[in-house]
């Protein structure tokens, strides 16, 4: 399915399949190269974590795994952003961006859901895709609730706006937004970031049970959550990838020294 | 206590935190507080005075007419004849008139306001936006007196092209340049709240795979709801009290039809041609100006509290 991995390559970490993987990914807002060389695997249905401190590019990094980067004028991609199994690289021009966001979900650091009932919400994936049949709504509705953990507190009022569900709740229905739409990854930007540590434990429990379908890609500046988590870890800094290791061994035995620093809070 | 004091102490006379002078300026300070809080009083309240001030005078004013017609008279009768000399007062034609030219103004508008707004907040690049909403702001700019002119002389002549047999002045070419005039409005209001709605809320919608216009139609217009539909009170408001365009363009013969063809006098064209002294001063005839000002009043306030009770009831919580 993949390619030999070199065997001084960050692929060559990951003894499992790949869901996607970068090589020698650059990224440019404008003149201000963002990110430099960047070759990171993502094992499929596994938790891989991006951490770093503000600015180093994480989040840049995860947003151009949905092409979000295109929305805005100036930006440009360097590099491939290969897609397994069907070996597409994502950031080619000749990909259409809507299909790649279609494929790979996203949630984001504050809870933005629509302004909808919950129901809408969890079943907006599928209406972009022209998915009109009620019963089928429905059921993909149920199942994503279901899924997310939310189920159960809200059924009783899926015509209810979702802005009336409390913080924790509503990152939920993102992330039942998300999984609604049957994705192959989900990429989470700092998701708990805006919760408070009992709505930031149910994400992250949501989290480790989401991987067993799914593959995950999140940034957080929470080492103790990616130590816990995650099960491969990337540390970058200024718009490098210092360090990618599996995360037991990463935060045990750090190759790098600033690696080291940043992981035992000497800087960050 | 003594520990407070010790603290002062250390500083001495003149002490950093400069406590003594602080405690002789209390007075000082609360006396200017409260003069500013007087003069700040006195602003907000003149704004409510003239408010008060203006329906006052509307009633006392509407009062002297209504002891001469009755108010049935008034709201229903199909004539209005303030200058014959067997004069009548049923002001449905000007209400009429008032209706249909405002209506057709809000054809053209909301649609027209509503679609530019999207452009501009939602498809335009920055730099194209950026040009666009000057040209549209100097549409805003234009006399009303312009528009009427433009209404009569430019847009009538165009519309007889097409309905044979359209009088010189009517309705629909006041009202459709009223609607032109009344765009900038629409489309400026409702541009505001859809730039308001967060940039977090369209990422959310692009990240599901969303188009421009899907997220246009299904995420930006229900977040900015309240605020188009502001803009649309707002714009039908102006319409209704819009002078110039319908005194020029659609005539001041009070006429009871809602065909958009005829001429029709509107409650404000009326006031118009009142106050320029066609009606002597003090007779009945003059006194109507502020019964029917007092209508035009109600109205307006029907429409903004249409307005608060949408933004009450749909309302977002950013």
Redesign the interface.
Same mark, same amino acid.
């Given at each position: 399915m993949n390619e030999p991995r070199k065997p001084e390559s960050n692929a060559a970490i990951v003894t499992e399949p790949l869901k996607a993987e970068t090589r020698k990914f650059n990224f440019y807002y404008g003149d201000n190269h963002a990110l430099k060389n960047v070759d990171l695997p993502v094992a499929e249905r596994r938790v891989t974590a991006l951490i770093g401190p503000s600015g180093c590019g994480k989040s840049t990094l995860l947003r151009s795994f949905n092409r979000m980067h295109d929305l805005y004028p100036g930006n440009r991609y360097e590099g491939e952003i290969r897609l397994y199994p069907d070996d597409v690289d994502l950031v080619s021009p000749t990909v259409d961006p809507i299909e790649i966001r279609m494929r790979i979900s996203m949630v984001f650091q504050k809870p933005n859901p629509f302004p909808k009932t919950i129901f809408e919400n969890v079943a907006y994936g599928l209406m972009v895709r022209g998915e009109k049949r009620r019963s089928v709504l429905e059921e993909k509705v149920e199942e994503a609730l279901r899924g997310a953990a939310l189920w159960d507190e809200v059924k009783d009022r899926l015509d209810d706006l979702a802005f009336n569900l409390s913080g924790g709740q509503q990152q939920r229905l993102c992330i039942a937004r998300a999984l609604a739409a049957d994705p192959e990854i989900i990429l989470f930007d700092e998701p708990t970031s805006a919760l408070d540590p009992i709505a930031t434990a149910s994400i992250e429990e949501l989290i480790a049970e989401i991987k067993e379908k799914v593959t995950i890609l999140i940034v957080t500046h929470n080492m103790q959550q990616a130590a816990r988590i995650s099960d491969y870890t990337a540390f970058m800094y200024l718009g490098e990838l210092i360090e990618f290791g599996r995360t037991d061994e990463l935060f045990v035995r750090p190759r790098k020294k600033q690696t080291e620093d940043y992981i035992t809070g000497r800087f960050g | 206590m003594s520990d407070a004091m010790t603290a002062a102490d250390k500083g001495g006379g003149s002490s950093s935190l400069y406590l003594d002078r602080i405690r002789t300026m209390r007075h000082v300070r609360n006396g200017k507080e409260r003069i500013i809080e007087a003069i700040l009083f006195v602003a907000a309240f003149c704004a409510v005075a003239v408010t008060v001030a203006i329906v006052a005078i509307l009633l006392y004013e509407a009062s002297t007419f209504f002891a001469h017609v009755s108010l049935v008279e008034f709201l229903t009768g199909t004539e209005w004849t303030p200058l014959f000399e067997r004069a009548s007062f049923g002001m449905l034609p000007l209400l009429v008139g008032t209706v249909v030219t405002s209506f057709i103004a809000f054809l053209v508008a909301g649609p027209l306001g509503f679609l530019i707004a999207m452009y501009l907040s939602e498809f335009a $690049?920055?730099k194209l936006a950026e040009v666009l909403k000057p040209f549209l702001e100097l549409l805003a700019g234009v006399p009303t007196i312009v528009y009427g002119y433009f209404a009569l002389l430019f847009v009538t002549p165009l519309l007889q092209k097409i309905i044979p047999g359209l009088p010189g002045f009517n309705m629909l070419s006041a009202g459709l340049v009223m609607g032109l005039m009344i765009v900038p409005y629409v489309a400026s209001v409702s541009e505001d709240a859809m730039r308001a709605v967060?940039m977090?809320?369209?990422? /959310?919608?692009?990240?599901? /795979?969303?188009?421009r216009f899907?997220t246009a139609m299904?995420?930006v217009l $229900?977040?900015s709801?309240s605020g188009v539909m502001a803009a649309f009170v707002l714009g039908v408001s102006r319409a209704v009290g819009e002078t110039m365009i319908v005194a020029i363009a659609a005539g001041q013969q009070p006429n009871f039809t809602f065909d958009p063809r005829e001429p029709a006098a509107t409650i404000t064209a009326f006031i118009v041609q009142v106050a320029m002294g066609d009606l002597p001063h003090g007779s009945i005839g003059y006194q109507s100006i502020f019964a029917v000002g007092l209508v035009l009043v109600v109205i307006t306030l029907f429409f903004n509290l249409i307005g608060q009770m949408l933004r009450r009831r749909i309302r977002?919580?950013y």
């Open positions: - | $690049p920055p967060p977090a809320l369209r990422e /959310g919608s692009y990240a599901m /795979g969303a188009t899907q299904w995420v $229900p977040a709801f977002e919580v």
